[in-house]
């Protein structure tokens, strides 16, 4: 099978559905910028994190997989076929540990904090201005997406942002205040 199918060459892309959409349609626009979240998320990975953010930040990039998968499926056909791309509440329940157990080792903030310090956490800290303007994207479909999406991308924000945090300070890199 080839890579390309020339089925995009007119400026149009299928849903999981069949339905032919414009690449431009906002659906389109919301998955694309969870796939670039993802992307952002491996080059963070890609700085060689200690192991339990590694970890934690593959199993969000596997979910940003479920998540695009979820939003090229408006019909909701998707989730009754295939289990490993559907998100649940069990997921935000998971992003909300993984918040409360890194926010216990780290300093309480006191002020707003620039972006930036080490590589990892910079690219954490543009992982998290991209999800929320996948966010942003998300709420504003039509027909609206399973509440759990929203839930989740919400909260993957912060996640974002204290992963951000962790990665700098087991870096030693100090935090910038605003």
């Not at 890579?3 to 999981?16: A, M």
């Not at 199993?59 to 076929?81: C, I, M, S, T």
């Not at 707003?112 to 310090?117: C, K, R, T, V």
């Amino acid at each position: 099978m080839k890579l390309y199918t020339r089925t995009g060459d007119s400026g149009e892309t299928s849903l999981f559905d069949g339905t032919r959409v414009s690449k431009a349609d906002a659906r389109i626009e919301a998955y694309g910028d969870v796939d670039e979240l993802n992307a952002w998320i491996g080059l963070a990975r890609a700085a060689r994190l200690d192991h339990d953010l590694d970890e934690a930040l593959a199993h969000v990039q596997r979910d940003l997989f479920a998540l695009g998968a979820q939003l090229a499926d408006p019909a909701e056909k998707l989730a009754a076929r295939v289990t490993k791309a559907v998100l649940s509440a069990a997921d935000v329940a998971r992003l909300e540990a993984l918040i409360d157990v890194l926010d216990a080792d780290l300093p309480p903030l006191r002020h707003f904090i620039l972006a930036g310090g080490s590589q990892a956490g910079a690219a954490l800290h543009v992982a998290r201005t991209v999800c929320r303007r996948a966010e942003r994207r998300i709420v504003s479909l039509q027909p609206a997406p399973d509440e759990v999406l929203v839930r989740y991308i919400n909260r993957l924000s912060d996640a974002l942002f204290v992963l951000a945090r962790a990665a700098n300070q087991r870096a030693g890199m100090p935090e910038t205040p605003w």
